[in-house]
């Protein structure tokens, strides 16, 4: 069994549509693929009806921007109850967030005497439910200011680069809580990635359990062998899932190809079993995995 379970479509920043990217989930040899779109579900009922037609085993989730002692962690949610109030109410102030933010963004680029407007994101960002910073660097490689959106991170977009400029994210310790209501499951995503000043030690991961964290997604490309070693030490001795994902985002990220890394069966089996159980405790209307 090959399970994938965290991958973008162009509902958020990656480049396939969620068609697509079933269909190439079904080309990779994939069992098992999870659509996990930045702060969004948008992508869902595409990805449903593309499961069923290339035979995919489909897990309905999300990725979600929040933040916890002033770093940014990305919080996969799985089989949440889209329509959870509280739930809806976050994802739409992050989404905002990401649109609010983008005129500054624009701004400092004008500064630095790069002509890029509104437009220019828009032609990029089509089906994306908001335009964050991969689309700012898509547009930046259409107008041949970059090679690439990671040249675009590197000399403009990322962390105390010159057009970086911070948006909103949603409390962490809240969003778990408002994750179990929902009725899904909370995972980590690479919790020790590149990005990251200070890494979730131990008693951090602890105290994130006790919150309702769920499990870590411990094999990505952002982790180097040891850290992935010294990550599934702590998360065996805390209990917490063990997930592996490729973070696809089609041609947006290199190194990112579907099935690069995977979760293990019995690993995937215990998230569902876990996502059973806070779907009957939340009382809410859950997703199905889609098995066709
Ligand atoms: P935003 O949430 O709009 O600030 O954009 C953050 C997203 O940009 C992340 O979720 C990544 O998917 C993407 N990203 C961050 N760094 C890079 C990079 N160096 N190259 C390509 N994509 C990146
Ligand atoms: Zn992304
Ligand atoms: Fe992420
Ligand atoms: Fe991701």
Redesign the pocket.
Known sequence: MRIDLHT?SRVS?GTDSPRELVGAAKRAGLDVVALTD?DTAGGWDEAVEAAYDEGVELVRGM?I?TRHDGRGV?LLAYLPDPTYPPLVEELQRVLDG?DLRLPAMLARLNELGIEISAPDVAAVSGDAAAS???HV?DALVRLGVVAD??EA??RYL?AGRSAYVD?YAAPLVPLLRIVSEAGGVAVIAHPWGR?RRERPDESDLAALKSAGLAGVEVDHQDHAPEARERLLAIARNLGLVVTGSSDY?GT??VDHDLGVNSTAPDQYARLLELAAAASAASGRTTPEVIRP
């Open positions: 973008h920043d930045h990725e921007s990305h990401r964050g910073r991969p660097a959106r990671e991170f590197e990322s948006r990005s985002h947006g990220k």
